[in-house]
């Protein structure tokens, strides 16, 4: 039997976009002194379908700390938040989760 014709073990390959999309990644919002605390629950709510309480005190760790968490998930998922977030400017950005 040639070399060329032992059999081989499959292979998958998997794109860049497969791997990014297998691990979480968050949408952490920053924050200014432009957006009233109203805006910035209204947008939450609206980009990750939270409750007015959970948009609440994600506002209000955004307020004490400068930033917090506002979503996990795919990165699919991600964009599509932090794109609604950016609607009223709101600073966003997306990292892998854990980092």
């Given at each position: 039997?040639?070399?060329?014709?032992?059999?081989?073990?499959?292979?998958?390959?998997?794109?860049?976009?497969q791997?990014?999309?297998?691990?979480?990644?968050?949408?952490?919002?920053?924050?200014?002194?432009?957006?009233?605390?109203?805006?910035?629950?209204?947008?939450?709510?609206?980009?990750?379908g939270?409750?007015?309480?959970?948009?609440?005190?994600?506002?209000?760790?955004?307020?004490t700390?400068?930033?917090?968490?506002?979503?996990?998930?795919?990165?699919?998922?991600?964009?599509?938040?932090?794109?609604?977030?950016?609607?009223i400017?709101?600073?966003?950005?997306?990292?892998?989760?854990?980092?």
């Amino acid at each position: 039997m040639s070399p060329d014709v032992l059999d081989r073990p499959k292979t998958t390959t998997v794109s860049d976009e497969q791997i990014e999309e297998a691990f979480p990644w968050q949408v952490i919002i920053f924050n200014d002194e432009v957006h009233t605390f109203d805006e910035v629950i209204f947008q939450i709510q609206k980009a990750t379908g939270a409750s007015l309480q959970a948009a609440f005190e994600i506002t209000m760790e955004i307020h004490t700390q400068g930033k917090a968490i506002c979503f996990e998930g795919s990165l699919t998922e991600c964009e599509r938040v932090a794109n609604i977030l950016r609607e009223i400017s709101l600073s966003v950005e997306i990292v892998p989760a854990g980092d």
